[in-house]
């Protein structure tokens, strides 16, 4: 229904759109050879696990505080020396002390790395799982 009014008011746009977009992905998959079409499914399998896992998960709200709580300084510490350097405060902000100020951008990398690892890692293991269970 969204589709529908959205393309009303688009004149007709965006079912154009949607078309030339579909028609294009029509003809990358008929371009491609017979491994890059499986890898091409592997992955579109491994977004759609992926999605499967973020859905499951979305109810843990100990995941999404742990994650606010953790990246919530160094973004604020990010906002603040921006906005610092764009409009000139009466107050300054500091860098981080050691080791932050060096390790600063690997400690958020490293903890989103292992989140997105772990999701990784579930989402293949529910497929192998869900084939498994498929197979019997």
Do not use: C
């Amino acid at each position: 229904m969204l589709k529908t009014i959205l393309n009303w008011f688009s004149g007709g746009l965006l079912d154009k759109l949607l078309g030339f977009v579909e028609r294009r992905e029509a003809a990358q998959l008929a371009a491609m050879n017979d491994q890059q079409r499986r890898a091409h499914e592997d992955r579109q399998e491994a977004r759609k696990a992926a999605t499967a896992v973020r859905l499951a998960t979305a109810a843990h709200w100990e995941q999404r505080l742990l994650t606010f709580l953790i990246a919530f300084p160094f973004v604020m510490h990010l906002w603040l020396v921006g906005w610092d350097t764009m409009w000139p405060q009466p107050w300054s902000v500091e860098k981080w002390p050691p080791p932050f100020d060096e390790w600063e951008g690997a400690i958020l990398l490293s903890y989103f790395g292992v989140i997105g690892l772990t999701m990784s890692a579930r989402a293949v293991a529910g497929a192998v799982a869900v084939r498994n269970l498929g197979g019997r």
